[in-house]
């Protein structure tokens, strides 16, 4: 029992830096999108 407190941590961190990893990344491609579709 020890030894799954901390995995749980790590994975609900680890979801955490995804979600956040993601968002700024849709935000990013979004935004290279609009730029691309300007020059075009």
Do not use: D, G, H, Q
């Not at 993601?22 to 300007?38: A, P, Q, R, T």
Request: contains cysteine.
């Amino acid at each position: 029992m020890e030894e799954e407190v901390p995995n749980t941590i790590k994975i609900k961190r680890n979801l955490e830096i995804i979600r956040k990893a993601s968002k700024k990344f849709k935000e990013e491609s979004f935004c290279i999108f609009l730029v691309l579709y300007n020059l075009s």
